[in-house]
């Protein structure tokens, strides 16, 4: 299906950009540096992009570094993301966006030497599936100023995807021979992506813009809509044989507060580049173990990120992006490469 | 006398034809800035360019025997690699070019071990890393048709790789502790037959190749004693792949490729001799080209679709070329 849908996407590349014209006082061609906090009216914009996360560093809850690779427990994160934007009028548009990823965590591998027993130990935690989809609307202010822009959204992710974790599929080999017996056990939980509650976005954005240059903030804070019943799975090792048996509880994503500061500078008309500093905020949120409520230790995340969009065709932009981790607490501290098309068009 | 009223009219007509024809001229430095897609196949004879690449890695997923995708778990760990070459390329005529690529690596494999003995626990750490030149690339391109508005160009390529780069490993304290190669330690030979095809703005290629692997000798093992070179033989390869490449505008061009590689067995004649399992790959491989005067800069994604025992990983390619 996904092969379709790039192919689908590589035949119809041509058809967009064949319509390309060299005015760039169109809506269309837009320059960076001019364009407001939301798309115009009538104008439909469809943003499909891939993110590679690569996380060989992972912060611990006093913001120490841990060095992920040196435990060969670091992990790679392949995100395909899909945003729609869709002009109301000319202060008003909707957005949604959905994305798919899969990724698999490792922990390290352990020995265990009992006597003539060795018993070695791998476990891996994949996460695979469409994510919950997002619906959200945002609003700029209804005149004109020159020079600054100020726009407020809010929004809500539907809890559409799967949350609840597959059956795990580990597995055991044994062998018997004149020294003793060899096990290797490899546990393998099967996660989702989903979230399986109502996620509540709330933000706003500001923006100061010249000839050549803009800076845009935009803050979000992401509310969680309430506890959510999942299952975990437990299982049981007989003879190289796993039992599994499913295990209600509770848990409760935490809320969330993220911002960004990105500076661009238009090259030239086609051609415009960005650094941008990201910081995301955690708090609250809680699992249950065994009937007992364990609450997450806070987080946060600051990165820095560069970063250039051309204007290909009319309908056409490109982009991609680099953002670095500087600091952080419990949390992963990936680098993460975007690489995104643009596909505008005007309905009326 | 009416032979020369007639002489004299095709006189006159003569420069008056003569004087609506234009001759389109383009400069060799225009030659020099066309795009992937409008280039010949080979450079033009005087033709110099050079380019710089950077290739990553890293290995997390691989295809198993049954071409199911999976994660690694067990020994091997996590690898993440650099690659790093420099590319000179010469027309000694329109039709024929050669290519200079020396190589250079730079690979790290980690993997850790924790060991539970009775109420002790060790952690042991892996210390596994390659830097240094890889093997040398030799090759020579020939176009045996050249392009015109009904035939499409037909070239003939060839490589050589010399075994230039460390082939053993050094540095050797025990079997997670020690210096990995950076060469292969063979000699290979690939022949390669290519076609192109350009229908303005779009061009459509195939190609088929072949490449065999000379016998080496290496030390394979870093827990063996250091002087224990061992006779192998590497898989050939089979390359099957076409391209369907387009302009997005007059100076970018998104190139499609779709290969098929597959290896033969490899062999390492120890005794017992071991054999290698037979491996494929099907992937599929965007290349976005920006042309920007002379400058070339170009990034390519690996990604590999379908396989068997073959990394699963994509592979990144960032490179910037230049045509003096």
């Known amino acids: ?348 | 006398m009416m032979k020369f009223i007639y002489g004299s009219l095709a006189l006159l007509l003569m420069s008056s034809l003569a004087s609506g024809q234009t001759e389109q001229q383009v400069l060799p430095s225009e030659l020099k800035q066309q795009t992937v897609i409008q280039e010949p196949v080979t450079l033009r004879k005087g033709f110099f360019r050079t380019s710089f690449a950077g290739a990553y890695t890293f290995i997390d997923k691989v295809f198993d025997e049954n071409g199911d995708k999976g994660y690694i778990l067990g020994t091997i760990g996590w690898e993440r690699s650099w690659t790093y070459n420099i590319s000179l390329q010469y027309g000694i005529t329109d039709r024929l070019q050669v290519m200079l690529k020396p190589v250079f690596h730079n690979k790290k494999i980690f993997y850790s071990d924790v060991l539970h003995f009775g109420t002790t626990i060790e952690t042991a750490y892996a210390n596994v890393s390659g830097i240094g030149f890889g093997d040398l690339v030799l090759g020579l391109d020939y176009q045996i048709l050249q392009e015109t508005d009904t035939r499409p160009s037909i070239v003939a390529r060839s490589f050589l790789t010399f075994p230039t780069g460390r082939k053993n490993p050094t540095a050797i304290k025990d079997y997670k502790d020690f210096k990995l190669p950076t060469g292969t330690g063979e000699f290979v030979l690939a022949l390669e037959l290519k076609t192109r095809k350009i229908i303005f703005p779009y061009s459509i290629t195939f190609n088929v190749g072949y490449s065999y692997s000379f016998e080496g000798e290496k030390i394979f093992y870093p827990d063996y004693p250091e002087d224990e070179m061992i006779r192998f033989n590497t898989g050939n390869r089979l390359d099957l792949g076409g391209s369907f490449n387009f302009h997005l505008n007059d100076w970018i061009a998104l190139q499609n490729q779709v290969v098929f590689f597959h290896w033969g067995s490899n062999k390492i004649f120890a005794d017992p001799t071991e054999t290698g399992f037979k491996s494929w790959v099907l992937s599929y491989q965007p290349t976005l080209n920006f042309q920007i005067r002379r400058f070339r800069l170009y990034e390519v994604v690996f990604i590999p679709v379908l396989g068997k025992y073959y990394p699963a990983d994509p592979f990144y390619v960032l490179g910037l070329l230049y045509t003096f």
């Open chain 1, 1 to 348: 299906m996904k092969i379709i849908c790039l192919l689908f996407i590589i035949a119809g590349l041509p058809f967009f950009c064949l319509g390309q014209t060299g005015d760039n006082s169109d809506i269309l061609t837009e320059r960076v540096v001019d364009r407001p906090l939301t798309i115009h009216a009538g104008q439909l914009q469809i943003n499909p992009g891939y993110q590679l996360t690569i996380g060989s560093k992972q912060y611990d809850i006093y913001g120490d570094k841990l060095d992920l690779a040196k435990e060969a427990t670091a992990q790679v994160r392949h995100l395909y993301d899909l945003e729609i934007k869709y002009g109301i009028i000319e202060y008003l548009e909707i957005t949604a966006a959905l994305n798919y990823s899969k990724m698999g965590v490792r922990e390290q591998q352990n020995w265990y030497f009992h006597r003539n027993e060795r018993v070695y130990v791998t476990e891996l935690s994949e996460y695979r599936g469409l994510s919950d989809l997002f619906l959200g609307l945002a609003f700029r202010l209804p005149f004109d100023i020159p020079h600054f822009g100020f726009s407020i959204s809010a929004g809500a992710s539907l809890p559409i995807a799967n949350y609840e974790p597959d059956k795990p599929t580990h597995s055991s080999i044994s062998r018997i021979d004149s020294t003793g017996i060899d096990r290797n056990i490899r546990f393998h939980f099967n996660n989702k992506n989903g979230m399986g509650t109502f996620i509540y976005q709330f933000g706003a954005g500001i923006q100061f813009f010249t000839d050549k240059f803009a800076i845009t903030g935009l803050a979000d804070y992401s509310l969680c809509g309430g506890e959510v019943k999942t299952i975990t799975w437990e299982s049981r090792l007989y003879v190289d044989e796993f039992t599994y048996q499913s295990v209600p509880c509770k848990t409760k994503p935490g809320n969330t507060f993220s911002f960004s500061i990105q500076f661009d500078y238009q090259a030239i008309n086609w051609f415009a580049i960005f650094g941008r500093f990201i910081g995301m905020m955690g708090s609250g949120g809680w699992d249950e173990e065994q009937g007992v409520k364990i609450g997450h230790h806070e987080k946060n995340l600051m990165s820095v990120g560069i970063g250039y969009e051309i204007q290909v065709a009319r309908h056409l932009r490109l982009f991609q992006s680099m953002d670095l981790p500087v600091s952080g607490k419990n949390q992963l501290a990936p680098l993460m490469i975007y690489t995104g098309a643009s596909f505008n068009f005007l309905t009326r």
